[in-house]
């Protein structure tokens, strides 16, 4: 391990804390009537988020942030071989399990685990190493676009199986953010686009939950008690919230109102309860996140460092919008929760093992170089 030459990143480290320990407070207040409904404890989802989700994501934010980011780079083929053994996973009968339509989850020994939300860590790093590797040759068809499409079709395939065309989303705006910092062509791109959208437009069309559910979105007055619910529900609490909020603990849609409150719908809850200035100042805190973590990937000492803080500012920052999208009725629905605040264990334990390997690199950024002026290194 080459000796580090600096203290990590403390602001970086203050915001992750800052955005960890308000979205405990806030899972606390949203679930507690949800909790005691289903488990008859007010505290059962936020207990199980700090034992499934805190806990060990706090173990490997540490242990991550200590280990040399650039070991990661000699086990990228173990990682790729990883994230598609753990997609195949949920179609193991005596493993898989389904809520709702998707068969997203594994469970092992009663623990309940969702491979996607690894995968988001596992895969990024593989590419990140396959990229810096291939840097002089990624703006070619042969050696850059073709694997890269073979790579990122194997792995949104299986998601899309599952179905979760949610996480197949930001694992697709990832993997082309860090395809285009490393150095792609933008006719590459934008054929990869035009393709991704034929897609979309095409699963839409074969599933009649997902047609219904984009119809809700552009109309969601045509079916308000069925497919249009949840968002007319979450547009109701985020306009009550008004300017100052109903007060913490006081929000009406979390009486069994509002669907997926703990989860994909708790940013309605916390409009609703706080209003629209704490919310806006929240949504400013996750911007200076995704900004330290720009400011990172600026200062990296090579190209596998810069395109793993990318990844993980593309992934946590597009999850966060298409989540408030959602919920302010400018997305359609995901199911995507919102990082480092929603109910689900996996996803906050991989967010913070992410962030932890940032927080690595922060050590070996060039001292005195963090600067918004410093431009982005295309090699």
């Not at 899972?27 to 060990?56: C, M, R, T, V």
């Not at 685990?113 to 190493?129: H, M, R």
């Amino acid at each position: 391990m080459k000796r580090i030459g600096h203290p990590p990143d403390y602001t970086l480290i203050t915001l992750i804390f800052v955005i960890t320990l308000f979205g405990l407070i806030m899972l606390s207040s949203a679930s507690g009537i949800l909790g005691y409904e289903k488990f008859g404890d007010s505290f059962w989802y936020l207990k199980h988020q700090l034992l499934n989700g805190l806990l060990p994501g706090l173990i490997l934010f540490l242990l991550l942030a200590r280990i040399d980011f650039r070991t990661w780079k000699k086990f990228s083929p173990l990682l790729l071989f990883l994230s598609i053994g753990l997609l195949v996973l949920v179609f193991i009968p005596a493993l898989g399990a389904s809520y709702g339509k998707a068969r997203s989850w594994i469970n092992i020994a009663g623990f309940s685990l969702q491979p996607a939300e690894i995968v988001k860590l596992t895969f990024l790093l593989y590419l990140a190493a396959w990229l810096a590797k291939t840097r002089e040759r990624v703006d070619s068809w042969a050696y850059g676009f073709l694997p890269f499409i073979i790579f990122l079709g194997a792995v949104l395939g299986l998601v899309i199986m599952q179905p979760d065309m949610g996480t197949m989303s930001i694992i697709l705006f990832m993997s082309l953010a860090v395809f285009f910092v490393a150095g792609a062509k933008l006719k590459h791109l934008a054929l990869i686009l035009f393709g991704c959208l034929a897609g979309f437009i095409a699963l839409i069309k074969i599933a009649p939950y997902r047609m219904a559910r984009f119809t809700a979105f552009l109309d969601p007055s045509l079916d308000p008690q069925g497919i249009g619910y949840h968002i007319n529900q979450a547009l109701l609490a985020v306009g009550s919230g008004g300017w100052f909020g109903l007060g913490l603990g006081h929000s009406k849609q979390k009486f069994q109102y509002l669907p997926e409150v703990p989860g994909d719908s708790i940013f309605a809850i916390m409009a609703e309860e706080l209003g629209f200035l704490v919310i806006t100042g929240f949504i400013i805190i996750f911007l200076l996140l995704f900004w330290q973590i720009i400011k990172v990937a600026r200062n990296s000492p090579d190209s596998f460092g810069q395109l793993i803080a990318v990844g993980v500012a593309a992934w946590l920052t597009g999850q966060f919008f298409v989540n408030v999208g959602a919920m302010l009725g400018v997305l359609p629905l995901t199911g995507l929760p919102l990082p480092l605040v929603s109910y689900g264990g996996t996803a906050m334990m991989t967010s913070l093992a992410a962030l932890g390997i940032v927080v690595n690199i922060s050590k070996f950024t060039r001292p005195g170089r963090i600067s918004s002026k410093v431009r982005f290194k295309r090699r």
